[in-house]
Nanobody
């Protein structure tokens, strides 16, 4: 049974950077497509970024395109969310989600596609 745990959240000033980690245990993360989602207070959960199990294909929400990247290191069983040029609108709880798939080239944009979720990590962007 796969388990994923997020880490790396915290308080950062506008314009700053953070790197979130999604570490997996119980299975090989290379079999899973990964998505990062976030939920701000009073708002619905939204997709941030997703990546295929091979790492070859990625997708980003328009709001983060050009600022965030989603590298993965299957050897370390970890997927990252590198967040640059953060602004207060990025404040949210960030969740990592995993979907086991045999299609190594596909990513999945919808949250209902994912079977495994972490507990979330808080990111606060404030001066």
């Amino acid at each position: 049974q796969l388990q994923v745990v997020e880490s790396g959240g915290g308080l950062v000033q506008p314009g700053g950077s953070l790197r979130l980690s999604c570490a997996a245990s119980g299975s090989t993360l290379g079999y899973y497509a990964i998505g990062w989602f976030r939920q701000a207070p009073g708002k619905e959960r939204e997709r941030v970024s997703c990546i295929s199990s091979s790492g070859d294909n990625t997708n980003y929400a328009d709001s983060v395109k050009g600022r965030f990247t989603i590298p993965r290191d299957n050897a370390k069983n970890t997927v990252y969310l590198q967040m640059n040029s953060l602004n207060p609108e990025d404040t949210a709880i960030y969740y990592c989600a995993a979907k086991r798939t045999t299609n190594r080239s596909s990513y999945y944009r919808d949250s209902y596609s994912y079977n495994y979720w972490g507990q979330g990590t808080q990111v606060t962007v404030s001066s």
